[in-house]
Every structure is written in structure tokens, then in C-alpha cells.
């Protein structure tokens, strides 16, 4: 399975390739609808984690496409900022989490939907703490 990542903020890729790093998936990430899309159809093994900022921009036609999608495939979470908690974009992601967030806690929802027991980590697994303090400003 491949994590793929909607996003354009260089920070959350960043923090998600050391999540993904930890749950030893690949990852991918697209800018770009049109290039998501292609590439979601064609594997069906993957992970999706799209940002509400990519979101809001899509179309009513891309939106329903993309809805239509990840309803077939039941893994993907969306990332949302304060106050786009009812936005009808984040209908039909399976888990949301809300920005900001920590690695520690991206880490935990990916393992709760891939089926990983949190337990099961080994100390020597546990994300660096120098990572935990990516500080950024979402509002």
C-alpha cells in the first residue's frame, strides 16, 4: 500500500514522510487534481491524506468524482483546519483529523485505519522528539 498525499504545504509533507517512514509505506504526493485522480484509479492500493486547503479549491464536478472514489476504497483521512469542521468538502473521508496536529497523533489515526496496534511499537519506533516540534502557523 502508498500513502498519497493532496497537499500543497511543503510543511505537512514533510512531517508525513516521516509518518509514513514510520509505517514503512511509500509516499507520494500531488499538487495537482488531475494527477491524483489519474493515479488513484490506476492502483487501488492506497492510502489517501488530503488536505482541506487542496480541497476548497476543487470543483463541484472534481469534488463528486473524488467523492466517488475514495467511497470504493474506504482509506482515507482528511487534514481540516478550525472552523471547516462542516465544510461539505470533508464528506466522505473516512477519518479527519484536525490541523495542527503532531506527528505522534498522525501517526496513531493511520495505524488505527491501517489495523496496527499502537502497542505493538518498539521504543526505538517512536518518532523523534526533534520532529514532534514542528511548529506552524495554520491560522
Do not use: R
Request: overall charge negative.
Amino acid at each position: 500500500m502508498k500513502m498519497i498525499l493532496f497537499n500543497q504545504n511543503p510543511m505537512i509533507a514533510k512531517l508525513l514522510e516521516s509518518v509514513s517512514k514510520k509505517l514503512e509505506l511509500s509516499i507520494e504526493n500531488f499538487n495537482h487534481y488531475q494527477e491524483l485522480s489519474a493515479h488513484l484509479k490506476k492502483d487501488p492500493e492506497w492510502l489517501l491524506i488530503a488536505d482541506d486547503e487542496c480541497l476548497e479549491k476543487l470543483d463541484q464536478v472534481d469534488w463528486l468524482e473524488l467523492k466517488e472514489i475514495i467511497s470504493q476504497n474506504k482509506n482515507s483521512v482528511c487534514m481540516y483546519k478550525k472552523g471547516n469542521e462542516m465544510q461539505p468538502f470533508l464528506e466522505g473521508f473516512e477519518m479527519k483529523i484536525k490541523k495542527p496536529f503532531l506527528p505522534t497523533e498522525m501517526l496513531k489515526v493511520l495505524q488505527k485505519k491501517l489495523g496496527s496496534n499502537t502497542s505493538e511499537l518498539e521504543p526505538s519506533q517512536n518518532l523523534d522528539p526533534t520532529q514532534e516540534v514542528l511548529e506552524t502557523n495554520w491560522d
